[in-house]
């Protein structure tokens, strides 16, 4: 496999899954819907898991930075104002789709182990979870879902070489703190999509994936 292998291959699910949205978008049912956003949540539950229970982090500092970065991004209103910004181009379902696929913990872990670890697993994993939500997010929004799958290659390459160029620069330990914080974060996002931890704004947290890599 190739540097940028899985982001690849979430562009190709999203506009096959986006594609087929479109076309059988009157054909699906709201209990399905349900169905597969629950067993999407619940995968995002095992995969925080597996991420918490392979990595030894140093406790004490993954807590000072998830205070810290959850400070930062409450103070900054992260989440509220992506929400304003995905509010007001609904009408296209480009935006929304976007944000969505590409804004999270599960971006962030993933493209940092393929860059650093050559370890494509995550991303895979999110790209199979897009394919699906872009299938019904289409079906909901339109064709402008479609389009965010050359916004989920480019932003996702990006993010991967930047991390493949500077990964010589986090040190192991600093490496294992973020991808534990990256499993309690996707945790927490698995617990939202089931419709549990409403009132927690979890990307008002992603800073402190940002400060775990840096320090």
């Known amino acids: 496999m190739f540097l940028g292998f899985g982001t690849v291959v979430n562009f190709g699910l999203v506009l096959l899954g986006?594609?087929?949205?479109?076309?059988?978008?009157?054909?699906?049912?709201?209990?399905?819907r349900v169905g597969v956003m629950h067993a999407i949540g619940i995968f995002t539950l095992l995969l925080g898991i597996k991420l918490l229970v392979e990595n030894?982090?140093?406790?004490?500092?993954?807590?000072f930075l998830l205070v810290l970065g959850g400070a930062i991004g409450y103070w900054l209103s992260?989440?509220?104002?992506?929400?304003?910004?995905?509010q007001g181009f609904r009408s296209s379902g480009f935006l929304t789709a976007s944000l969505l696929f590409t804004v999270g913990p599960l971006t962030f872990t993933g493209c940092l182990l393929e860059a650093v670890k050559g370890d494509s697993g995550l991303l895979l994993s999110k790209a199979f979870m897009d394919g699906i939500s872009s299938t019904l997010l289409s079906a909901t929004f339109g064709r402008g879902v479609l389009f965010s799958a050359f916004y989920v290659l480019l932003f996702q390459l990006s993010l991967t070489f930047a991390f493949y160029f500077f990964g010589n620069f986090i040190s192991p330990q600093a490496m294992a703190n973020t991808l534990f914080l990256g499993g309690g974060l996707m945790l927490a996002?698995?617990?939202?999509?089931?419709?549990?931890?409403q009132?927690?704004?979890?990307?008002?947290?992603?800073?402190?994936?940002?400060l775990s890599v840096l320090v």
């Open 78 to 86: 992260l989440e509220e104002r992506l929400e304003r910004l995905s």
């Open 18 to 32: 986006s594609s087929f949205g479109l076309w059988a978008r009157r054909g699906i049912p709201e209990s399905l």
């Open 189 to 197: 996002l698995g617990l939202k999509i089931l419709g549990l931890l």
């Open 199 to 210: 009132d927690v704004k979890l990307l008002n947290l992603m800073p402190s994936l940002l």
């Open 56 to 63: 030894k982090p140093e406790t004490i500092k993954v807590f």
